[in-house]
Each structure stands twice: as C-alpha cells, then as structure tokens.
C-alpha cells in the first residue's frame, strides 16, 4: 500500500493528479487525512480521504509515501507525528518517499538527501540539505523521488508508477495518458 498524507493547504493537483495516475497504474493508493478525514488543499477545495491519520498504523503492508506540498500543507506534514513516523519507517526500511513541490524540504531538513539528487519547487532548494540540486521536473534517485510542482504532477505519478511497476508499464501508462513527448 502507498499513503499519500494531505494536511490542511495542500496542492490539490500535486495530489489529486499523482493519486489518479497511480491507481490508473492498477496500484494501491490510501489517502490519510492529517488530523481529519475531510481535508481542505491551498485553493479551499476540500477532499475527503480515505482514512484519518489515527486509522492507519505502520505494518509490513506499507510500500511508500506520497507528501504533497502546497502551503501551509507542507509545513502542516512536517510537524505531523505521525507523517513523521511513516518517513522514518520508509527510511529504515528502504520504502519509497516521495515529495513534490515544497515537500521535498521536509526531507532536506530530516538529511534524508545528503549525497541525491532532488528537486523543488523553485526558492526552496536551500531546503534541500546536502542534496545535489537538479533542474529536472522530476528525479528519481534510489527509493526518494522528488518533483518541482503542479505542473509536473503527471510526471511525478508517472515516476511512482515506474518505481513499482517498470519503465515499460509507465510507458504505457503515459500513452493512455496522451502525455506529450
């Protein structure tokens, strides 16, 4: 299973678009509500998820985690204990994260980039401690992909689905999208 955490003011695109291309990709995706199930993004459009933070629990079933950003959603995941919880169980268990946007900061802060390749929203690199600072729309780099924003949110859901299902799959996939080339 992949959770995709979206706390107050998250970017809508950024998880709405990654969500969708995801589960087109015939992959498990939960959305957790942080601190409710009806969660409103940065443009006050609510969405309601599929669980609450305090109904999911960190099991061997867990295959990644998706943070979107936005502001304040981003800020809002960061002091989250429990997103906090899942990065760390990722971390120790080679699990994907991913973050687009502003989100990447969180890992930059944790030192989870230290040596990678990653990328940001645009005035956030400095967030991104000790990570080789790409101006790629999306990187993958071991089990951490990061993406710039909305505009790659396609691109980034695309990115997952390569990561579990291969570039073959992802190929396809963006076919049936009419992605541009």
Do not use: W
């Not at 107050?8 to 087109?24: N, Q, S, W």
């Not at 006050?44 to 959603?73: K, Q, R």
């Not at 710039?148 to 996939?173: H, Q, T, W």
């Amino acid at each position: 299973m992949i959770y995709a955490f979206l706390a107050k003011g998250f970017e809508e695109v950024e998880a709405i678009a990654t969500i969708d291309v995801i589960r087109r990709a015939e992959l498990e995706v939960c959305t957790v509500g942080v601190g409710s199930k009806l969660v409103c993004g940065s443009h006050n459009i609510p969405v309601f998820c599929d669980l609450e933070e305090s109904e999911v629990s960190i099991d061997d079933n867990v295959d990644g985690i998706i943070l979107p950003g936005g502001m304040p959603g981003t800020l809002n995941l960061e002091k989250n204990k429990t997103v906090n919880d899942f990065i760390e169980y990722a971390v120790n268990n080679n699990k994907l994260i991913a973050a687009i946007c502003a989100a990447p900061s969180i890992l930059g802060h944790k030192g989870l980039l230290n040596g990678k390749e990653a990328t940001c929203f645009p005035g956030f690199e400095s967030e991104l401690a000790g990570a080789k600072i790409s101006d790629k729309y999306v990187v993958t780099d071991g089990n951490i992909i990061t993406a710039r924003g909305m505009g790659s949110a396609i691109e980034f859901g695309l990115a997952v689905s390569e990561y579990f299902c291969g570039k073959d799959e992802a190929d396809r996939l963006k076919n049936t999208l009419q992605c541009p080339q």
